[in-house]
């Protein structure tokens, strides 16, 4: 597969949710048209509206090279799949339900050729089921996103069974034009690799606090103050050549037995979806959200975004700039 110059290649997104919304905006920034194809009819009207802030909270960030209005004249939002002809890349993006997906890949795939990229953004189900149910498997793949994807740089790209990983490839070198920092993971394994790892920390996390040992206030502090303070620089297998190896080595044989194995859901959990618990978006969750409180938190992870964005793109883009900074101190 030759890849086109990405500011010629129009890109379809379909599903314009949350996460739909903000990767509409990642592309456009990165010079994409984009056809948004909206299967519900209220995305046609939350999705404009979401993107239209957005980008407008790009804007007063500084992450665009033209006005709004040009981006936005980049954008189709339509129900109509015929509109898909004209891509070279489809992302689906669409509820996490198996069924549904099937019946959007049959819509996709009646309508565009059968070189045509498919991905998923799943974050959960395993690829090479997804892929089952396209023509030609071999252009299907996951490509996971974080949100607010615009202002993220991770993308995870997982190729089922049946992905050719010449067009896997692809997208990896695809994924770094649109500012990311891609991942290429060769064997469909569940989870991917970042639910993977953060599943594990979720399950030890609520295992410390149904047996009381801790409140979930000081797992949190504990998480943002130690893991957050370094994290982004460096991930873990750095740290751990920083650390000291052989330490590792003592924790590991001490620790490891005592981790929880549990398969179970915790009782903590299944009483939050009893509950009808959605956390800060209806203001019932794991902490109490008084009037006001779940909107302020929507605030600071918009701006905390933006700022570790910046951060992350000092660090990552110029990787030299670490070294001159520490030569220089
Ligand atoms: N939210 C996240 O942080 C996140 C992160 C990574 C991956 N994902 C994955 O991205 C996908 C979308 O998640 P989201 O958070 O944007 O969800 P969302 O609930 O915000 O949006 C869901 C969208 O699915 C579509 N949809 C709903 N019902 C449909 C139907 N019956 N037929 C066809 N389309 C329908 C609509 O476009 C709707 O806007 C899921 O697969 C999810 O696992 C989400």
């Known amino acids: 597969m030759t890849p086109q110059h990405p500011k010629n290649m129009t890109v379809g997104v379909v599903g314009l949710g949350l996460m739909g919304s903000s990767i509409v905006v990642s592309l456009l920034l990165s010079g994409h048209k984009v056809i948004g194809i909206a299967p519900i009819a209220d995305d046609m009207v939350s999705a404009p509206e979401r993107i239209n802030s957005q980008l407008l909270h790009c804007e007063k960030s500084g992450l665009l090279n033209n006005s709004k209005e040009h981006y936005l004249s980049k954008v189709l939002f339509t129900a109509n799949y015929e509109t898909l002809k004209e891509c070279a890349i489809v992302l689906e993006c669409i509820i996490e339900k198996e069924d549904i997906k099937k019946e959007v890949y049959r819509k996709i795939t009646a309508i565009v050729g059968d070189d045509v990229v498919i991905a998923s953004n799943t974050s959960a189900i395993p690829i090479s089921t997804l892929q089952q149910y396209v023509s030609n498997p071999k252009r299907f793949m996951g490509i996971h996103w974080a949100e607010p994807a615009y202002a993220t740089r991770f993308l995870e790209i997982t190729c089922g069974k049946e992905t050719s990983p010449e067009i896997a490839k692809w997208v990896f070198k695809l994924a770094h034009q649109w500012g990311k920092e891609p991942t290429l993971l060769r064997k469909d394994i569940r989870g991917f690799i970042t639910n993977r790892l953060m599943y594990a920390v979720y ?18 502090k504990s998480f943002r103050y130690d893991e957050g303070s370094w994290i982004t620089l460096m991930g873990i297998f750095r740290r751990m050549d920083m650390m000291g190896l052989n330490n590792y080595l003592e924790m590991f044989k001490n620790i490891f037995p005592k981790l929880s194995n549990k398969d179970d859901i915790h009782s903590i959990m299944q009483y939050i979806i009893d509950i009808d618990a959605k956390g800060t978006q209806n203001s019932k969750g794991l902490y109490p959200y008084p009037e006001g409180e779940a909107k302020k938190w929507d605030r600071a992870f918009s701006m905390f975004n933006k700022d570790i964005s910046i951060l992350a793109d000092e660090y990552a883009q110029n990787r030299a700039l670490i070294k001159d900074k520490y030569n220089g101190e």
């Not at 149904?210 to 000081?218: C, M």
Request: charged letters at 45%; proline letters at 0%.
């Open 203 to 220: 399950r030890e996390a609520l295992t410390i606090v149904e047996q009381e040992e801790a409140t979930l206030d000081d797992i949190d």
